[in-house]
Structure formats: structure tokens, C-alpha cells
């Protein structure tokens, strides 16, 4: 399926819906359980992915779709693939610290034709379709994103990650030879701070699944970034491949990552 401004917006309004469900339990406190990996799960994430689904299925019927909590049933369609992560940032929803989100993203030919990333708790939507823009509405209005940066003579803004990177990240660090900050964020988020060009670059060494990239992905680059894995191929998503995501960088262009043998 071509995604058309209508859809666009319905996509929208289905994240809206589940970051409704996710701040009902945020600010009441809700259930909270451990999955076999040790990760935990609350009762948001299952709010979300429940109303997400039946959202999804009533506006979307003829696309499959892989949430990190649920799977449809039946074989893939022609139409292309919903990669949901209903609640993107667990740990941040348990630390309260704000940094989390909803990624809905729609996979056409292996790559993302379009993605929503929601903050509930901070009131900021970034999403973007590949023949329609990137786009962030927040508490000042809707307006159009795009990674440049204002000036070239300031230092590398490096982001990564509030809860994982340790070592790998480190030394990547220390082999800059270039001058650069710093600065921690949660979820999805890293993505799209670069997307609205507060942020250069996002080294990613620790684990991600499809449904935690796809969605910031197509808002990264539609914005006219790049994601990459370390060898310089970019991340695709299916079925048919490995829910992990192999180690990767996303930049505000190509060019950065060319300056620093990326």
C-alpha cells in the first residue's frame, strides 16, 4: 500500500489513542511483570498494544501485524508490515524520567515506507511517510523537521543511550579524533532528536529488535538522515529476517558518517 496523508493522520491518531492508555497508567501506577529475557513488562505496554491492534486492524485489515507483545495470525500480506513497539523505553517509563514512546512503522519491499514515534509524557509526535514528509507536532503546533545543522564548526553532538551501550560505546568514544559532546536520551527518541537536528550522530553497540527502529528509522530518514550497520548497509526489517538488529549508527547524512570512516 502507498500511504496517503489521510492514512497518514489516522496513523496518528491510533498513537495518540495508545499514548492515552499508556499515561493512565503512568500517572496511577499499574501492574508490572518479568519476561523470560528478564525485561520487564507493564501494564501499559499491554494497554497499548491492545488498543493499537484493534485500531490498526479496523482502519488497516489487509496489513499484518509484528508488536512486540502480539503477532497477527495468517501469512503476510502483499500490502506490507506494521511493526509496533506499543510502548518503546520500559525502563524509562519505570525510571518516570518521560523518555518513552510509540512506534508504529509501516514496512514496504524490507525497508520503512513511514513511521509515528509518540512521547505521551513529553506531548511530542514526530512522523513521516516517504512521499509526504517528516514532520513534529508538539504543545507550539506542526511543523516540518530536517536533520541540517545550523553550523559546521561546532562539536560532534554524539547521542546514545540512557540504560545500555557500557563499553563498545566507550571506546568508540575515545576513537573520535574529532571534538564532540555528549548526551543521553531514552528510546526512540535518539532518532529523533537527529531527524529535527538537535543531534549529529547515535552509535548503537547494545541489542534492538525491528519494532524498535523501524518506526524512528523512516522519520530519520525521510527527515534526510542515514541508519546504518557498521559495514554501511542499511537496517531492513521482515519477517523473513532476524528480529535483532545487527549493531548500528544513524546520522543526520551520509556525509557524516563518510567523515568518520563509518
Not at 489487509?62 to 508488536?67: E, G, M, N, P, W
Not at 506542526?142 to 540504560?163: A, D
Not at 542515514?226 to 549493531?247: E, K, M
Amino acid at each position: 500500500m502507498t500511504l496517503s496523508e489521510e492514512d497518514l493522520v489516522t496513523l496518528c491518531h491510533i498513537a495518540d489513542i495508545a499514548g492515552q492508555e499508556i499515561m493512565e497508567v503512568y500517572n496511577r501506577g499499574g501492574s508490572i511483570w518479568q519476561k523470560d529475557d528478564a525485561s520487564p513488562l507493564t501494564e501499559a505496554d499491554l494497554r497499548a498494544d491492545r488498543a493499537i491492534r484493534h485500531a490498526l486492524e479496523k482502519s488497516f485489515p489487509d496489513v499484518f501485524i509484528l508488536s512486540e507483545e502480539s503477532t497477527s495470525t495468517g501469512s503476510l500480506s502483499t500490502h506490507g508490515l506494521f511493526l509496533v513497539d506499543p510502548l518503546d523505553g520500559t525502563k524509562e517509563f519505570l525510571k518516570r524520567n518521560d523518555e518513552f514512546t510509540v512506534n508504529i512503522a509501516l514496512i514496504k519491499h524490507g525497508q520503512p515506507a513511514a513511521g509515528i514515534v509518540f512521547a505521551p509524557a513529553l506531548n511530542e509526535m514526530f512522523y513521516a511517510a516517504k512521499n509526504l514528509g517528516a514532520w513534529k507536532r508538539d504543545a507550539t503546533g506542526v511543523y516540518p523537521i530536517s536533520t541540517k545543522k545550523e553550523t559546521s564548526n561546532q562539536p560532534l553532538r554524539v547521542i546514545g543511550s540512557r540504560s545500555h551501550g557500557g563499553e563498545q560505546l566507550d571506546e568508540w568514544l575515545k576513537q573520535l579524533t574529532t571534538e564532540y559532546n555528549f548526551v543521553a536520551a531514552g528510546s526512540s527518541l535518539k532518532f529523533c532528536r537527529i531527524a529535527e537536528g538537535q543531534a549529529d550522530i547515535y552509535p548503537r553497540f547494545g541489542l534492538t529488535s525491528q519494532w524498535d527502529t523501524a518506526a524512528a528509522q523512516a522519520v530519520l530518514e525521510t527527515a534526510g538522515g542515514v541508519v546504518t550497520d557498521f559495514s554501511g548497509q542499511s537496517l531492513r526489517y521482515g519477517l523473513d529476517r532476524p528480529i535483532l538488529n545487527a549493531h548500528f549508527v544513524a546520522a543526520g547524512s551520509r556525509e557524516l558518517l563518510g567523515l568518520l570512516d563509518i
